[in-house]
């Protein structure tokens, strides 16, 4: 049983929650994540830490509401216990000093992006940041991206905060207008396909961090697996970053939309309830 | 002579035609008066070659022949003595090659050998079942603190002997729920949770501290541990990582390995309403491999309301590792085996969903480096079937999350750790390891028993030091 300590609100539907995890918050390094379940009945979910503090011996998680499972969890108030909570997982964000790192951030991707845009500013990089989303409601922890970067361009599909456009014509105009040497690029699996394929072509080195299917997060199940450079990876144990341009991102796509029929009627029967 | 002429009893079970739709617990248990009759075929052998035949040397004879003077508590004690968790051992042995296979009755008389197996489970059932589980008596406290990595067969069976010989134990469990296989892999049908969480606990009632949701060497590595004290640990971390046979298509939409498949019900509980873990109810699934798992899986895929469901595997019925009456009761549920047949191909709709699989067939050859017939394509035999879930059970590898937070750990080709075989030492000081970590996929009994032996072992060389240490000190 994990406490949750404090809850804010981003928006209506991005929940920022700090959970006690005494142990977690002490071995965890920026790009590791947890998986969690709420209750008794409820499913593994997979969720960045997105910060800690060990002083206090609690974690960060940034939730979006999309269906049954975040729900819940984003409905739990300061006192409430989730059951279970296990981490942290996945492999650590290897950091270096590259020169001009440019990190990309779609939706809640940006929750991910800022431990590793922190990492890379300490570590001496020049760190240009773009965070996008489809509308203003939806851009998350700016200040913080600002707190480490250089340079922040914020950027809507709508037009309604920041720049217009799609984050991909943020990423050419900054590689028009300086040498990038590396990319991070986090957000939604369609995001991370169109993203990469800008700084192939750029030919520039870059990470994405797949957000799979997960159960276990142990290398026990299969349900997170990819391809990677033509070789199957379990995403939990090998990953969650992998090189961007060997990515088989459409297989990913496919893949996440294996019990979408499942999940739309759990969440209709979820909201039926409430 | 009256004995011998005694018919072995055989095993009530639930109604294929019930119990293929339905969660209950396939075989039903002998009855006292079934179990008596069948203990008294038992010859009390002078030598009893059962024993030999069992890897934890359980004293047949003794516990049998408490179950014919009706001393069923009695026999249960003479279990616990060299097993720990009796009413699994009965229920999932593999009895028809160990213990049974070396039965007088077998070697002897060519007659059906004593249900050893079935004994077993009636004796330690009778146990929980009339609340009179007996905890077993621990030494006091050495004040000496122990880690197990793991909560398998193999972890439940080290934490036992070690808190009776008065160490102070911390199981550390991956998961959010504690028994390994037992509880995520195999099925309600074939093992209820109920029968291990008893066993749990006991041990819980024997001291033994339970920490899930622990992973070592990522929630806290080993060197954290030592630093809060834990002078020995025994790793029984398992044989966790499912394999896939690299053919194109394994990555479709409903391709699933049989872990995964397995952990969505048993430990998800996916299969019911009220549970948010969602499951692929497929229609036509088929299961390659021809093992335990690989039935444990489509009979699974029966009980979720599969009108076919198939195992797809490329030797003959023959060379099945799976134990005979699991193809038994699958075989009575419906189950069709496609032998000596192997998929090449997974083909996928528009949607990446999986369809269809290209299938070879298979004849057997000369024997392999197993000694079992070695499958050879037969070439213009493929043709495709129609499926819309697959089930991959074609073994599993170690657990690599140890081994890659120690690198003082030695390993294997084949990724398992070196141990010691007598002590069961690892090339860590002070760490032992056992169970499916130390020997790929085996059995739960083999796993206990290693844990058996590992505590034995770690139990002599801490007596050693602190016999030194009270020396020295006079
Ligand atoms: C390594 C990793 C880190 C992540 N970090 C974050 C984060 O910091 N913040 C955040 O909001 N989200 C994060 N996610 C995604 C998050 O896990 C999913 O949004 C969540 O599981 C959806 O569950 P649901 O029941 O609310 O929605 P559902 O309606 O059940 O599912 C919505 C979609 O989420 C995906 N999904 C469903 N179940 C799972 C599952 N068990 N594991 C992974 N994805 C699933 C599928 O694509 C599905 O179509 C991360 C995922 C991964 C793999
Ligand atoms: C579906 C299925 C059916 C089977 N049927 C039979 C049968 O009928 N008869 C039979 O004898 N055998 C059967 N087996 C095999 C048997 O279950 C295994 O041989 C046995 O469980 C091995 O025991 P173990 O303790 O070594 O490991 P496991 O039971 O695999 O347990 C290992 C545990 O360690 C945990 N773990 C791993 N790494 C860490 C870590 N770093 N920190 C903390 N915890 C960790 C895992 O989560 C797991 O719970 C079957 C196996 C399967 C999968
Ligand atoms: S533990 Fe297994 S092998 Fe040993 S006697 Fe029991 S059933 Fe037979
Ligand atoms: S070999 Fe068979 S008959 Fe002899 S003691 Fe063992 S179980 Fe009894
Ligand atoms: S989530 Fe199960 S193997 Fe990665
Ligand atoms: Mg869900």
Redesign the interface.
């Known amino acids: 049983m994990n406490k949750v300590v404090s809850k804010d609100y981003f928006s209506e539907n991005v929940v920022r929650l700090e959970i006690e995890a005494p142990r977690i918050a002490k071995s965890r390094r920026a790009g590791h994540f947890v998986i969690l379940r709420v209750d008794e009945k409820g499913e593994r979910i997979p969720l960045t830490i997105s910060s800690s503090d060990t002083a206090k011996g609690t974690i960060t998680l940034v939730v979006q509401k999309v269906g049954v499972s975040s729900k819940k969890l984003c409905a739990l108030k300061p006192g409430d216990c989730i059951s279970d909570l296990v981490g942290p997982l996945g492999q650590a964000t290897e950091v270096k000093k590259t020169g001009t790192v440019l990190a990309c951030g779609g939706g809640v991707g940006v929750a991910p992006l800022l431990p590793i845009v922190e990492a890379n500013k300490k570590a001496g990089n020049k760190v240009i940041s773009i965070i996008a989303a489809r509308s203003k409601d939806l851009i998350i922890l700016e200040d913080q991206i600002r707190e480490f970067s250089d340079d922040v361009i914020v950027m809507t599909d709508d037009g309604s905060y920041g720049e217009k456009g799609l984050i991909t014509e943020g990423m050419e105009k900054v590689i028009a207008r300086e040498k990038v040497d590396e990319a991070v690029i986090i957000g939604p699996a369609i995001m991370m396909k169109f993203a990469s394929e800008v700084t192939r072509k750029h030919e520039i080195p870059s990470i994405a961090s797949l957000n799979t299917i997960m159960v276990d997060g142990t290398g026990m199940c299969g349900a997170c697996r990819v391809t990677v450079d033509g070789k199957t990876k379990f995403v939990c144990v090998d990953g969650p970053e992998f090189d961007a341009h060997k990515v088989d991102f459409d297989e990913m796509l496919m893949r996440l939309s294996g019990y979408r029929d499942f999940e739309k009627e759990a969440n209709e029967r979820y909201q039926k309830d409430q | 002579k009256d004995r011998t002429g005694l018919e072995r009893v055989s095993m009530p079970e639930e109604d294929p035609m019930i119990r293929r739709r339905s969660y209950v617990e396939v075989n039903k248990g002998l009855t006292p008066e079934t179990a008596m009759l069948e203990a008294r075929r038992c010859l009390d052998c002078a030598n009893p070659t059962c024993i030999q035949g069992c890897p934890v040397e359980i004293n047949i004879p003794k516990f049998v022949k408490n179950i014919e003077r009706g001393e069923f508590l009695e026999a249960a004690k003479v279990l616990k003595e060299t097993s720990s968790l009796p009413a699994v051992c009965g229920r999932v042995c593999p009895q028809e090659k160990q213990c049974e296979a070396n039965c007088f009755y077998i070697l002897r008389l060519a007659k059906p050998a004593v249900a050893i197996g079935y004994l077993e489970r009636f004796a330690a059932d009778y146990e929980r079942e009339t609340g009179n589980v007996s905890v077993p008596e621990t030494q006091p406290s050495k004040g000496l603190k122990i880690a197990c990595i793991g909560s398998g067969p193999a972890g439940l069976s080290f934490a036992g002997e070690m808190a009776k010989r008065g160490y102070d134990i911390t199981v550390f469990e ?3 729920e504690i028994g390994g296989v037992l509880k ?1 892999g195999i099925p309600e049908f074939r093992l209820p949770n109920d029968v291990v969480d008893v066993e749990i606990d006991s041990l819980k009632k024997m001291g033994v501290t339970f920490e ?4 070592v060497g ?4 080993v060197e ?1 541990l030592k630093e809060e004290g834990f002078k020995g640990f025994f790793v029984g971390s398992g044989a ?3 394999r ?1 046979m ?1 053919i194109p298509g ?5 391709v ?2 049989s ?2 498949y397995l ?2 019900v048993n430990l ?2 996916a299969n019911k309403e ?7 109810k497929g229609k036509k699934v088929a299961v390659i491999g021809g093992g335990n798992t690989a039935m444990d899986s489509v009979r699974t895929a029966l009980r979720l309301g599969a009108e076919k469901a198939m195992i797809i595997y490329r030797r003959s019925e023959e060379e099945m590792p799976a134990r005979v009456e699991e193809i038994k009761h699958a075989k009575e549920e419906g189950v069709e085996f496609l032998n000596l047949q192997n998929p090449i191909e997974y083909v996928g709709d528009a ?2 969903y999986v369809r269809q699989i290209r299938v070879q067939k298979m004849e057997l050859g000369e024997p392999d480096a197993s000694g079992r017939r070695r499958p050879i394509p037969v070439s213009g035999s493929e043709y495709l079937l129609d499926v819309d879930t697959v089930v991959v059970s074609v073994g599993v590898s170690p ?3 140890i081994p890659q937070s120690l690198p003082d750990l030695e390993t294997t080709d084949w990724r398992t750790l070196v141990v010691d075989d007598e002590s069961l030492h690892t090339s860590v000081p002070y760490m032992y390891a056992g169970g499916d970590i130390v020997r790929g996929g085996a059995t739960v009994i083999l796993a206990m028993g290693d844990g058996r032996k590992a505590a034995e072992a770690m139990d002599q060389e801490f007596s050693v030091i602190n016999e030194r240490a009270s020396i020295k000190k006079g």
């Open positions: 991956a998961l959010h995520y899930t949701n622990f992973i990522k929630t806290s590595t954290d966790g990582l499912p896939f690299g394994e990555n479709l939409v409903g699933l390995s872990n995964e952990t969505r998800m509980e009220e549970t948010d873990t969602p499951i692929l949607k990446g657990n690599p999350l």
